[in-house]
């Protein structure tokens, strides 16, 4: 019979469908595992990457089914997105039509890989049983002060009259329509974040389980930094300008002040200075950079002089005020004191607009000479220039010199994070209304619960140009207040999708509560997530936002646990040619051109046997034929075999060989999957396997040991390659599924390796004996020989001409 695997992949899909083999269930005397891929962006087609992503997890999913526990393994759909709305705008089709025909193409394709989800537990977080609950979301954090309103700016297209996400505007330019991008400020809605930050930071430290590389991409995006905050007093309005430095044992050094070109002292400052229209005409200029590109270390220090100074407090002298690029609103207090000395930024800006240059702290060895310098000199040294606290180190000098200000009563101590609020607020159709009515009686007033959800209407105009078509429907728009039941408006701004995405995971362990979001018991049994497998991209954003929704639904009492995700494991990239494959350099291999020709089967082996999960894995079409021929391979063998097993007797003469394969493959591969997640090397050792039962395949066994073997094989071939591992396992006439098969045990005693007396000859004559292992390879055989102490003196000046092995008998040395 031939491998086809057409036939059989397609059979063992619908009959698992059918007998809901991985319908899971809260059996609560079970013990549980949560396996869980991060779930797709429905855009039409899975990719490699995808297939790779989820290959892993349900290789993991199904081998802890095996082994005992009971496997929580759900699929869904991160539903909600710009893409569907740009494609109504494009095309004229519906954003849920797209979007609904995108899932159903994506579910057959996933269904074709013969993954092992629980499909009764999908999820699409556009469905309004769901963002029924990410509203329900919403109201509870507003409740509990975590939601709040301010204005914030957007970058706004004048030419679309649109607001753009960040990754829409490229170098200031609107990627639609090629104008110039303007910030524009808009009341928009915020998560409070920040309140969670220094939790957030420390119960990293229980992430046992997460890769380091995560973890302080995590650290270094909440960015905690102690300092000291303390004022300047500007010359001649005398406001108070407060600075936030990381470094106040440089506060001698200062040769300017620099502000934030948004920050509300600079028109008062600039007002009626000579300096004033330029201060404006800067401040205009900066509206079209974002943060990131405006303090990208490749970005050059740029700025103006506002015409004000401000007094240093700590030594009367009088310095320049300015406003530049690399000064954020957002972070500290919007304004830093300039030490080009010490600060490389600040260095490159004195550099640039010819402003003093003051040493202030020097290295142990050298004297400083501010001409000489060409860079900013950022080690540790000792004060000078520092009046009283000169000699000291700057070490110390921090700590003595924030004690100094707070003593005299000009600065204090802070603790500052990067982390900021986080704006959830779309200007969007296709996303989760905003639950939120106001009123002009009563102000702002959250939608009952009884009245969620806030369905999206259906019939809605795309026409590119307006803010939302949220914005035009009337129908939509107008409602009455909660309150005073007088009329009133809906928030017509939906929510930001990663709201979406960071509960999901709760409503798998429920998906279909319509009174809750989840039942405790039963989102307290599966939590936490034991295995998250996804890409590193969403290491900052999507973690970070999942991980607090926790602890504020966990402060509600809502779930126990602190952390959300137990183990995490981020795939490495799909290459070819050593590039990433994708669509925008048009080398992607598509998987249903792979499955068409292969077979998931193949499919999947590849993926998993090509690179352990972690690492990049490079595209070879000779990688896939080759675990396509390696299937054949077990096909055939196990027919054959299987044939064989019926005419078998009860002892056979290779049984302990046999065995012994068995048995340390058992061990090895239970051991790579379960210790290491090593499925490459687990794979290779079940591919020596078959090379071993191979070569016993005419020699004689016994039955139980063959039956022992072949039965094995499947049962460790059955995660990576489900299907044909089924097909097998019922030619060799098993009625059960193999998936629901308890994972063997090996056997110790069988991997002994038994040794035995073998003969030594030089040209025909006996003159040693050795142990060595039965199975001993000729090479090492020969080898152990030769190094036989005994023999050596007689080898002494003979040249050895060859040396003939005879398997568990004898070496024979022949020398001249
Ligand atoms: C003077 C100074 C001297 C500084 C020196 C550093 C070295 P982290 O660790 O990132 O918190 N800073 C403060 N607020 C800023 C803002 N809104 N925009 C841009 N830069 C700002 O760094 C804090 C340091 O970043 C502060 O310490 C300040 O520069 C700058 F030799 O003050 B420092
Ligand atoms: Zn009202």
Same mark, same amino acid.
């Given at each position: 019979?031939?491998?086809?695997?057409?036939?059989?992949?397609?059979?063992?899909?619908?009959?698992?469908?059918?007998?809901?083999i991985?319908?899971?269930?809260?059996?609560?005397?079970?013990?549980?595992?949560?396996?869980?891929?991060?779930?797709?962006?429905?855009?039409?087609?899975?990719h490699?990457?995808?297939v790779?992503?989820?290959?892993?997890?349900?290789?993991?999913?199904?081998?802890?089914?095996?082994?005992?526990?009971?496997?929580?393994?759900?699929?869904?759909?991160?539903?909600?997105?710009?893409?569907?709305?740009?494609?109504?705008?494009?095309?004229?089709?519906?954003p849920?039509?797209?979007?609904w025909?995108?899932?159903?193409?994506?579910?057959?394709?996933?269904?074709?890989?013969?993954?092992?989800?629980?499909?009764?537990?999908?999820?699409?977080?556009?469905?309004?049983?769901?963002?029924?609950?990410?509203?329900?979301?919403?109201?509870?954090?507003?409740?509990?002060? #975590?939601?709040?309103?301010?204005?914030?700016?957007?970058?706004?297209?004048?030419?679309c009259?649109?607001?753009?996400?960040?990754?829409?505007?490229?170098?200031?330019?609107?990627?639609?329509?090629?104008t110039?991008v303007?910030?524009?400020?808009?009341?928009?809605?915020?998560?409070?974040?920040?309140?969670?930050?220094?939790e957030?930071l420390?119960?990293?430290?229980?992430l *046992?389980?997460?890769?380091?590389?995560?973890?302080?991409?995590?650290?270094?995006?909440?960015?905690?930094?102690?300092?000291v905050e303390?004022?300047?007093?500007?010359?001649?309005?005398?406001?108070?300008?407060?600075?936030?430095?990381?470094?106040?044992?440089?506060?001698?050094?200062?040769?300017?002040?620099?502000?934030?070109?948004?920050h509300?002292?600079?028109?008062?400052?600039?007002?009626?200075?000579?300096?004033?229209?330029?201060?404006?005409?800067?401040?205009?200029?900066?509206?079209?950079?974002?943060?990131?590109?405006?303090?990208?270390?490749?970005?050059?220090?740029?700025?103006?002089?506002?015409?004000?100074?401000?007094?240093?407090?700590?030594?009367?002298?009088?310095?320049?005020i300015w406003?530049?690029?690399?000064?954020?609103l957002?972070?500290?207090?919007?304004?830093?004191?300039?030490?080009?000395?010490?600060?490389?930024?600040?260095?490159?800006?004195?550099?640039?607009?010819?402003?003093?240059?003051?040493?202030?702290?020097?290295?142990?060895?050298?004297?400083l000479?501010?001409?000489?310098?060409?860079?900013?000199?950022?080690?540790?040294?000792?004060?000078?220039?520092?009046?009283?606290?000169?000699?000291?180190?700057?070490?110390?000098?921090?700590?003595?010199?924030?004690?100094?200000?707070?003593?005299?009563?000009?600065?204090?101590?802070?603790?500052?994070?990067?982390?900021?609020?986080?704006?959830?607020?779309?200007?969007?159709?296709?996303?989760?209304?905003?639950?939120?009515?106001?009123?002009?009686?009563?102000?702002?007033?959250?939608?009952?619960?009884?009245?969620?959800?806030?369905?999206?209407?259906?019939?809605?105009?795309?026409?590119?140009?307006?803010?939302s078509?949220?914005?035009?429907?009337?129908?939509?728009?107008?409602?009455?207040?909660?309150?005073?039941?007088?009329?009133?408006?809906? %928030?017509?701004?939906?929510?930001?999708?990663f709201?979406?995405?960071?509960?999901y995971?709760?409503?798998?362990?429920?998906?279909?509560?319509?009174?809750?979001?989840?039942?405790?018991?039963?989102?307290?049994?599966?939590?936490?997530?034991?295995?998250?497998?996804?890409?590193?991209?969403?290491?900052i #954003? *999507?973690?970070?936002?999942?991980?607090?929704?926790?602890?504020?639904?966990?402060?509600?009492?809502?779930?126990?646990?602190?952390?959300?995700?137990?183990?995490?494991?981020?795939?490495?990239?799909?290459?070819?040619?050593?590039?990433?494959?994708?669509?925008?350099?048009?080398?992607?291999?598509?998987?249903e051109?792979?499955?068409?020709?292969?077979?998931?089967?193949?499919?999947?082996?590849?993926?998993?046997?090509?690179?352990?999960?972690?690492?990049?894995?490079?595209?070879?079409d000779?990688?896939v034929?080759?675990?396509?021929?390696?299937?054949?391979?077990?096909?055939?063998?196990?027919?054959? #075999?299987?044939?064989?097993?019926?005419?078998?007797?009860?002892?056979?003469e290779?049984?302990k060989?046999?065995?012994?394969?068995?048995?340390?493959?058992?061990?090895?591969? @239970?051991?790579?999957?379960?210790?290491?997640f090593?499925?490459?090397?687990?794979?290779?050792?079940?591919?020596?396997?078959?090379?071993?039962?191979?070569?016993?395949?005419? @020699?004689?066994?016994?039955?139980?040991? #063959?039956?022992?073997?072949?039965?094995?094989?499947?049962?460790?071939?059955a995660?990576?390659?489900?299907?044909?591992?089924?097909?097998?396992?019922?030619?060799?006439?098993?009625?059960?599924?193999?998936?629901?098969?308890?994972?063997?045990k090996?056997?110790?005693?069988?991997?002994?390796?038994?040794?035995? %007396?073998?003969?030594?000859?030089?040209?025909?004559?006996?003159?040693?004996?050795?142990?060595?292992?039965?199975?001993a390879?000729?090479?090492?055989?020969?080898?152990?020989?030769?190094?036989?102490?005994?023999?050596?003196?007689?080898?002494e000046?003979?040249?050895?001409?060859?040396?003939?092995?005879?398997?568990?008998?004898?070496?024979?040395i022949?020398?001249?």
């Amino acid at each position: 019979m031939k491998y086809d695997f057409k036939l059989i992949e397609s059979k063992w899909q619908k009959k698992w469908e059918e007998n809901k083999i991985y319908k899971t269930s809260e059996d609560y005397n079970k013990p549980k595992y949560y396996c869980l891929e991060m779930f797709p962006y429905p855009s039409g087609n899975l990719h490699m990457g995808h297939v790779r992503n989820y290959s892993i997890g349900d290789v993991v999913a199904r081998f802890k089914r095996m082994n005992g526990f009971n496997v929580l393994y759900p699929m869904g759909w991160d539903a909600f997105g710009l893409p569907a709305e740009n494609a109504a705008i494009k095309h004229g089709i519906h954003p849920s039509k797209w979007t609904w025909s995108n899932i159903d193409n994506m579910r057959t394709q996933l269904k074709q890989l013969g993954l092992s989800y629980d499909w009764d537990r999908e999820v699409a977080t556009c469905h309004p049983n769901y963002y029924k609950w990410t509203q329900w979301f919403f109201l509870l954090l507003y409740k509990r002060g #975590l939601a709040y309103r301010k204005k914030a700016f957007v970058n706004w297209c004048p030419s679309c009259s649109t607001v753009l996400a960040n990754e829409q505007v490229v170098d200031g330019i609107c990627d639609r329509c090629k104008t110039e991008v303007v910030k524009k400020e808009l009341e928009q809605w915020f998560f409070k974040i920040t309140d969670y930050a220094d939790e957030l930071l420390n119960d990293l430290e229980k992430l *046992h389980g997460w890769p380091d590389k995560v973890k302080t991409m995590q650290q270094n995006w909440i960015g905690r930094s102690e300092g000291v905050e303390f004022s300047f007093n500007a010359e001649k309005t005398g406001d108070k300008i407060s600075v936030f430095t990381t470094r106040p044992d440089t506060v001698y050094g200062v040769s300017y002040v620099v502000l934030a070109p948004e920050h509300p002292l600079v028109e008062t400052l600039s007002s009626g200075t000579e300096y004033e229209v330029s201060v404006k005409e800067f401040k205009k200029k900066m509206e079209k950079y974002n943060e990131i590109v405006r303090t990208s270390t490749e970005t050059e220090k740029e700025g103006v002089f506002t015409g004000a100074y401000a007094i240093n407090p700590m030594n009367g002298e009088k310095v320049p005020i300015w406003i530049a690029n690399y000064v954020l609103l957002g972070y500290g207090t919007g304004a830093v004191m300039g030490v080009p000395a010490h600060d490389q930024r600040d260095f490159e800006f004195a550099k640039k607009y010819n402003l003093p240059i003051k040493v202030v702290i020097s290295p142990q060895d050298k004297t400083l000479h501010p001409d000489e310098m060409n860079e900013a000199f950022v080690d540790d040294g000792i004060l000078v220039n520092s009046d009283r606290f000169n000699g000291m180190s700057n070490i110390e000098a921090i700590k003595a010199i924030g004690r100094y200000m707070e003593d005299i009563g000009i600065g204090k101590f802070e603790v500052n994070f990067k982390l900021r609020d986080w704006l959830i607020s779309r200007q969007r159709y296709w996303g989760a209304p905003i639950p939120i009515i106001y009123c002009d009686k009563c102000g702002v007033v959250p939608v009952r619960e009884e009245d969620l959800p806030v369905l999206l209407p259906e019939d809605i105009q795309f026409n590119g140009r307006s803010t939302s078509p949220l914005q035009e429907c009337d129908k939509f728009l107008n409602t009455t207040c909660p309150k005073c039941h007088g009329l009133a408006r809906r %928030e017509t701004d939906t929510m930001d999708t990663f709201v979406c995405s960071s509960w999901y995971f709760y409503r798998y362990t429920d998906a279909r509560n319509e009174e809750e979001p989840f039942a405790r018991e039963k989102v307290n049994y599966w939590m936490p997530v034991d295995q998250y497998i996804g890409g590193v991209e969403h290491a900052i #954003l *999507h973690l970070m936002y999942s991980r607090f929704f926790n602890k504020v639904i966990r402060d509600a009492g809502l779930v126990t646990v602190d952390e959300p995700f137990e183990n995490l494991l981020t795939q490495g990239m799909v290459l070819r040619d050593g590039v990433k494959m994708s669509k925008s350099i048009g080398n992607t291999v598509s998987p249903e051109e792979i499955i068409e020709k292969y077979g998931a089967d193949t499919a999947r082996l590849f993926i998993l046997f090509a690179a352990p999960p972690e690492r990049d894995l490079e595209w070879s079409d000779q990688g896939v034929e080759g675990c396509f021929r390696f299937l054949q391979r077990v096909f055939r063998l196990v027919e054959e #075999l299987s044939n064989k097993l019926s005419n078998a007797g009860n002892f056979g003469e290779y049984d302990k060989d046999v065995r012994r394969i068995t048995h340390k493959t058992i061990k090895k591969v @239970t051991e790579d999957v379960s210790e290491r997640f090593n499925f490459n090397t687990a794979i290779s050792a079940i591919m020596e396997m078959v090379n071993g039962l191979n070569a016993h395949k005419d @020699t004689n066994i016994s039955k139980t040991v #063959l039956k022992e073997a072949l039965d094995n094989l499947l049962l460790l071939l059955a995660p990576f390659a489900p299907h044909i591992t089924e097909e097998l396992w019922h030619t060799l006439g098993h009625k059960e599924s193999v998936h629901l098969m308890p994972w063997p045990k090996y056997d110790a005693n069988a991997i002994v390796e038994d040794e035995i %007396e073998i003969v030594i000859q030089i040209n025909g004559k006996v003159r040693d004996k050795m142990k060595i292992s039965v199975e001993a390879s000729e090479d090492e055989m020969r080898e152990a020989a030769l190094k036989q102490e005994k023999l050596l003196p007689l080898l002494e000046d003979k040249k050895i001409v060859k040396v003939i092995t005879v398997p568990k008998k004898l070496v024979n040395i022949v020398v001249k």
